[in-house]
């Protein structure tokens, strides 16, 4: 059975409940699959794919992500990794901060090429206060839970199919 590795960062279970669903979708097609947090892990090694999740926090992905990223390149660069990040601000912000946000994945995408790469929108705990609605061009009202889980899902099935080839 192969194994794929779900490494993940996170704080509100977020970015935890979308590695669920994808080792979810992974099983089905037979992996084996260990979600396991960024921290918990020492080595990447036996695996036969990695995916890594983590949230953007100031329109960047987590430190904690780039430094694992960056801490396994080597023996990441030998098995198929891809990455996800989840941001609420990802499509229902101004333009500047989505670009940004589009751009978190770039310093980890160059010292290890990801097979794929998802972007997902996230959830805050309540919605935002008027000045921060203001600063980010978010609309009063807005849901505070944006995740989609059909693209989610399709995302994840894809990365599994190619996988599979």
Known sequence: MKKLLIAYYTETNTTKEIAERIAGLAAEKAWDCDIRTLSELASVKGYDAVLIGAPVHGMHWVPQANVFVEKYREDLKNIPTAYYL????????????????????????????????????????????????????????????????????????????????
């Open 86 to 165: 989840v941001a609420y601000l990802l499509n229902c912000s101004r333009p500047f901060f989505q670009k940004l946000i589009r751009k978190s994945l770039d310093k980890a995408s160059d010292w290890v090429a990801p097979v794929k790469s998802g972007l997902f929108d996230g959830r805050v705990k309540r919605e935002f206060p008027a000045f921060a609605r203001w600063l980010f061009g978010v609309k009063k009202g807005t849901a505070v839970d944006l995740r989609d889980w059909e693209q989610i899902e399709s995302w994840g099935k894809a990365f599994v199919g190619d996988l599979d080839r």
